[in-house]
């Protein structure tokens, strides 16, 4: 098992929660994901991450997978202009490598929002620490996990 799927599970468990994480035979976009674990798209939580071009750190913006981060609603809600993290960044802040980064079990804090669209359901999925796999969690579940706030910032 990765370090970082080992991460994962570790916070989950020690939130109380449960860490059953399944594999998939990879899931490249929302939709591999969704049709892998047999939900509807906007169940699978997406982890985006934008560097604050000020300050330098990495934002986590998680979405329903249907949904597209709107750049000037979610730079508005960072307060100060975001650009794209490279994969550097993102290792260096959460640990986890692009297409596999998770909502929990960051190497270091992150800022986080969290899409309203997640709160409509019982179940949500996420990655959990590789491309390859995925777990379930109750969306309300998330914003005190992750520290992330509820906010408006999809097209």
Known sequence: MSKSLKRVRAA???AGLPSDVRETDGARTAQ??????????D???KSIIFRGETSGQAILFLTAGGNQ????KASALAGEP???ADAALVRNQTGFAIGGVSPVGHLNPIRAFIDKRLMAFDIVWAAAGTPNH???IDPHDLPGLTGASEAEFTA
């Open 32 to 41: 591999m994901a969704a049709d892998a674990v047999g939900c509807a798209l």
């Open 82 to 84: 975001l650009g794209k």
């Open 12 to 14: 989950l468990e020690a």
């Open 134 to 136: 995925v777990f379930h």
């Open 69 to 72: 981060v709107d750049p000037a």
């Open 43 to 45: 169940q699978i939580t």
